[in-house]
C-alpha cells in the first residue's frame, strides 16, 4: 500500500516564486490536512478538507492555498515564496471521525 | 486556547530501561488524545489513541495514560530497545473542533545500546 505520497520530497526556492506541493492518498479517506513542522514547535494545521469539495483554514493560512482536486489528492499552493515559508510540510488523511491520521513522508522546502 | 507541552525535549537512556514520556495539556475539554512515533525524515507514525472516556491504553510494550482533570498524559515503554529511538510526539483533539488536532513539539529519544 503506498498510505499518503507527497511529491516532491525536497525543494529549493528564490523568494517570491510559485510552487504547488502535491499529495495524494489511496485509502479512500475523507479528511485530508497540510502540516507544517518548524523545530522546537510541533506540527501546525495549514488547511484541512473535511470531505471533497470542502476546504478550511487551520491555523497558520496565510501565504497558502489549497484545493481539494477530488477524494484522493489535495494539493497545497504557495504563490509568492517566503523565507519565513521554509520548513517541513506534511500531508495526512483520515478515514472517519474518531480514526488516527496518516501522513506521508514529508516535503522539505527551503526558500532563499 | 489549547496548548500542549512535552518536557523534556530529549531524553537518553540506556537499552533495557523501562521510561516514561510525559505531556500535558491547558484544556481539559478534548475528544481524544493520540500519541505519534516520528523517525529521522519521515513522518507521523500513530502509536495509541485514547478516548476522553478511557484512562490508558496498551500496545505491545507501549502503555498510554490519561488524566483529563489534571491535563496530562504519559507514554510507558518497557524494556526500552535502540530501535525505539525516535521523536514522540502527543497530540489533542479539543471537543470544540471536529477536525482539529494540536500538536506538542516532541520528545527526542535516544536509547543507548
Known amino acids: 500500500n503506498a498510505g499518503v505520497t507527497q511529491t516532491p520530497k525536497f525543494q529549493v526556492l528564490k523568494t517570491g516564486q510559485s510552487m504547488t506541493l502535491q499529495c495524494a492518498q489511496d485509502?479512500?479517506?475523507?479528511?485530508m490536512y497540510w502540516y507544517r513542522q518548524d523545530p522546537g514547535m510541533g506540527l501546525r494545521l495549514i488547511y484541512y478538507s473535511a470531505s471533497e469539495g470542502t476546504t478550511d483554514k487551520g491555523e497558520v493560512p496565510n501565504g497558502y492555498n489549497v484545493s481539494r482536486l477530488n477524494k484522493r489528492e489535495f494539493s497545497l499552493r504557495l504563490e509568492s515564496a517566503a523565507p519565513s515559508q521554509t520548513s517541513v510540510y506534511f500531508c495526512a488523511s483520515k478515514p472517519l471521525d474518531n480514526q488516527p491520521q496518516h501522513f506521508g513522508d514529508g516535503t522539505r522546502l527551503s526558500i532563499l | 486556547k489549547q496548548e500542549v507541552t512535552q518536557i523534556p525535549a530529549a531524553l537518553s537512556v540506556p537499552e533495557g530501561e523501562n521510561l516514561v514520556l510525559n505531556c500535558s495539556f491547558t484544556?481539559?475539554?478534548?475528544?481524544?488524545l493520540q500519541w505519534f512515533r516520528q523517525d529521522p525524515g519521515k513522518g507521523l507514525t500513530s502509536l495509541l489513541l485514547?478516548?476522553?472516556?478511557?484512562r490508558e491504553q496498551t500496545s505491545g510494550r507501549l502503555n498510554a495514560s490519561l488524566d483529563k482533570s489534571s491535563g496530562r498524559s504519559t507514554l510507558y515503554i518497557a524494556a526500552s530497545q535502540p530501535g525505539d529511538s525516535a521523536t514522540y510526539l502527543c497530540a489533542v483533539r479539543p471537543t470544540s473542533s471536529a477536525s482539529k488536532i494540536i500538536f506538542g513539539s516532541g520528545t527526542r529519544l535516544s536509547i543507548r545500546p
Open positions: 485514547i478516548q476522553s472516556s478511557q
Open positions: 484544556d481539559s475539554a478534548i475528544y481524544n
Open positions: 485509502m479512500n479517506h475523507n479528511s
